[in-house]
């Protein structure tokens, strides 16, 4: 019997539970081995999955609106199995690894078979979509640089041409870049002679074999390339001279990846790879000219050294950040400093993985001896005036990390920790205000200030972000809560597309009727409370027109809500939801539920207005 025909059968039996009832359960339900039958759509997705012994002592039961939740002997998560539209009939089937959901296969046209796949927590962040509803993806909706890799290896481990072609720069995304036509042409050449070539070198090359797996990507950092850059005219982010570390049957070996373009929220090949030790030539980046001696390049120049080989090798042996003990997090962390010595062109970034890999083990994995860690190497670092800046940097990481730490502990004191994590912020951002990293120490505390109520403080943070740090990855979103603490008495701009009909929504046309915008989210209860009384006044005042700004991620639990709780208003919604949704950058939300009312000249009088404010604004504004 297929995995297909199973996961068909125990729709049915799920769908007939819900239906049913909690009470029906142990005679209609699905018993816990049923459910743990079921396999992911997609391949290579690390999920629990317990021995036959094991699945006898799981069980299975109703939790809510969960749906069926099947959990192992101890009580933790394995699988669920969920209802988001109210039809009694599973359309979400969740995969979990050591109680975190890592994966999930969705039914979003409701006809009981998955169209959409996602990655998500510690399983990684890919988003597929199967339009034909046959198993395969189609296309990929998000996609990281390592997933791409990870792809590819699989992809040439199975000689699978379809899944090397799915994150290959394709004709039409070509058109987006805005390179130049040289460019163009050259990258066109490139697109349309891969797919004809993949089958020749998955059969000839031999790094990759049949019990091949991925094991780490290899990239020092992406670089951006500026509009107006050999006649291009947009601005592109690129990786070059990419590796993918393979392992096959305890080895490990490289593949030279070569470049990889972003198209939105994906990221792309733009060739095969290749085997050779050679390794490929940047396509974006001039190449850098070898270091010379004598006349002659330097022996092994640009090929990593026996010990850096070695080092890394020892690196991806050790086991992922949710698993490690303190100990293999101490010889990650020498491990890497090692590297450094190896890689002194590139001692910054491995200082960086140091930091990133500490800070994210301290707020993920519990490794409390990090911030200890931290903080030692911000000392050490700090003692010598070349390495202000990585000091810096350390000292940021420290920061978070022990504020996250005090945060998530029992019986905190939440004014207190905040009062000090505004001057901590405050005494940061004065120390390191030349260097770009400062940037994300003053959205931080313009977010404080705000959630503190001193929102002059706010502004002020704001303000310096968007002037000093003009080309930050945070300057959109700092200029966007700038402009809206600034905006009462001015005119807001607010355009997109109404969810389910299409049709074209322009706040500005509205000038003759007040207008409330509300930023919500289906996770949000607070969102969800004010729509009642937002009803009610709707009807109240005719003079009132309401659109809800959606910041879900997730665009399929935003329709079904709708679905069962249509408030009658205009909704608009893109993906990004609020930490880098358009609707959430353009006005800097940071928190929903955020209401902002217009009067009827389309200026704002209330740029956060409460549901207990507003009748007696709009008897005020509408009088």
């Not at 959901?101 to 890919?126: H, L, P």
């Not at 163009?184 to 000839?204: G, V």
């Amino acid at each position: 019997m297929t995995i297909t025909l199973r996961k068909t059968q125990l729709v049915a039996s799920l769908a007939l539970s819900l239906a049913c009832g909690r009470a029906a359960l142990a005679a209609a339900g699905p018993t816990a081995i049923d459910a743990l039958s079921l396999q992911p759509m997609q391949k290579d997705v690390e999920i629990e999955r317990p021995t036959a012994e094991e699945a006898k002592k799981c069980t299975i039961k109703a939790e809510g609106k969960k749906g069926w939740v099947v959990r192992d002997a101890g009580g933790q998560i394995l699988r669920t199995f969920s209802d988001t539209n109210g039809d009694n009939i599973v359309d979400q089937w969740c995969y979990y690894k050591d109680g975190v959901e890592v994966y999930r296969d969705i039914d979003t046209n409701f006809n009981r078979k998955a169209d959409q796949c996602r990655w998500m927590n510690t399983g990684g962040s890919r988003w597929g979509v199967d339009r034909d509803e046959n198993g395969k993806i189609d296309f990929w909706k998000t996609i990281s640089p390592e997933e791409a890799t990870a792809e590819l290896v699989a992809a040439m481990r199975d000689g699978d041409r379809e899944r090397f072609e799915r994150i290959l720069l394709n004709a039409n995304e070509l058109k987006t870049l805005g390179v130049s036509p040289e460019k163009a042409d050259a990258l066109s050449k490139k697109i349309q002679m891969a797919p004809a070539s993949f089958a020749k070198l998955a059969t000839t090359q031999k790094v990759i074999g049949p019990n091949s797996k991925w094991v780490s990507f290899g990239g020092m950092q992406p670089g951006l390339v500026p509009a107006g850059t050999d006649g291009s005219t947009n601005d592109l982010t690129v990786y070059e001279n990419v590796m993918a570390m393979v392992e096959t049957d305890g080895k490990a070996a490289p593949l030279s990846v070569g470049t990889l373009v972003r198209v939105g929220d994906t990221w792309r090949l733009i060739d095969l790879p290749t085997t050779s030790e050679q390794g490929t030539e940047p396509f974006f980046f001039p190449m850098p000219k070898p270091q010379m001696q004598d006349g002659a390049p330097l022996a092994g120049n640009g090929q990593p050294s026996e010990n850096m080989q070695k080092i890394m090798e020892e690196l991806q042996k050790l086991p992922d950040l949710a698993s490690s003990t303190p100990a293999d997090h101490a010889k990650r962390v020498e491990l890497t400093k090692q590297a450094a010595v190896e890689d002194p062109e590139n001692r910054t970034q491995w200082y960086h993985q140091i930091a990133d890999t500490l800070s994210a083990a301290v707020q993920t994995g519990g490794y409390e001896e990090g911030i200890i860690k931290l903080r030692e190497l911000t000392d050490e670092l700090a003692k010598d005036p070349k390495d202000e800046e990585l000091a810096f940097y350390y000292e940021w990481r420290w920061m978070t990390a022990q504020h996250g730490s005090e945060l998530a502990k029992p019986g905190t004191d939440f004014p207190k920790i905040q009062e000090r994590w505004i001057g901590d912020l405050t005494a940061f951002v004065d120390k390191s205000k030349k260097y770009p990293l400062s940037a994300e120490a003053l959205m931080e505390l313009g977010i404080s200030h705000e959630f503190g109520g001193d929102e002059a403080k706010a502004l002020e943070a704001y303000s310096s972000l968007v002037k000093d740090f003009p080309s930050s990855p945070m300057y959109t979103k700092a200029l966007g809560a700038k402009t809206r603490l600034e905006a009462p008495g001015k005119s807001i701009g607010l355009k997109g597309k109404v969810v389910g009909s299409g049709q074209a929504f322009d706040l500005a046309s509205r000038q003759g009727k007040a207008v409330l915008i509300q930023y919500w989210a289906t996770w949000s209860d607070l969102s969800k409370a004010d729509m009642p009384l937002l009803k009610e006044l709707r009807t109240k005042y005719k003079d009132l027109e309401v659109v809800g700004v959606c910041l879900d991620n997730d665009p399929q639990a935003m329709m079904a809500y709708l679905k069962q709780n249509d408030p009658r208003w205009p909704q608009l919604f893109e993906e990004g939801g609020l930490e880098s949704s358009r609707y959430a950058v353009e006005l800097g939300i940071q928190i929903v539920p955020t209401m902002i009312l217009v009067d009827k000249q389309g200026k704002v009088v209330n740029r956060n207005i409460r549901a207990d404010e507003l009748e007696a604004e709009l008897q005020r504004i509408l009088k």
